[in-house]
């Protein structure tokens, strides 16, 4: 997906509802060995992402000339099933033009 | 990277989000549709204005590629057919994927830095520590 234009944006939106803290970043990183863009709220505005874009395993995928959500899927909150960016790699795959 | 590298990165935040060791097993998935005119799960409209982001320390600043357009006007939502609203973040930018993610410099970035100059489609995930 990066090589073929693709933005992967994974936003650690809570922590048990509270905003998760920096080293709650780095353990989410660490323990998955993450390598694509990781990131929480500022400090100071609690849970906003969980607020604006809605509940965990949430995955949009974006028009980035419009950034119009194009695809959105929820996933699975309870680690059973699919999870949401399982459903959307193929679907951002195919808008990408990417096999 | 190679393409098997970056096929990697891709299974390894699929195994990210859908781990979930603390969670009951006999739990249901919630929902797996996407739907236009599903209602969103805010607890607050999804076209609020965005907060400004309190001052905090960082190892670099965020930077917003020059040749991306303005981002567009609201109103913002989270459904299909909607504009995403554009906020700010701290954390790790990895559009390479090269290496992990929190061997980079902790920075601040938002929607529209993270855009680049607008061509393509970007995928962003909601996850929840655990």
Known sequence: MLDAGGVIVEVLASNANAPPTRNNLNSWITT???PVTALIDPSGVGTRTLNTYGVRESTFIVDLATMVVVF???????????????????????????? | MTHLSRCIAACLLVAACSSDPAAPEADAMVADVA???????????????????????IDAPGEVDASAPAYPDGPYGNRMGSVLANLTWQGYVNPTGEAISNTLPYTTTSLQALRGSGRGYAMVHVSEFL
């Open chain 1, 32 to 34: 998955f060995g993450l």
């Open chain 2, 35 to 57: 739907v236009a005119d599903v209602p969103a799960d805010l607890g607050a409209p999804s076209d609020t204005p965005v907060a400004v982001d309190a001052p905090v320390a």
């Open chain 1, 72 to 99: 959105k899927v929820n996933g699975a909150v309870a680690g059973v099933g699919p999870s949401g960016v399982a459903q959307a790699i193929p679907r951002m795959l195919e808008l990408l033009g990417a096999p």
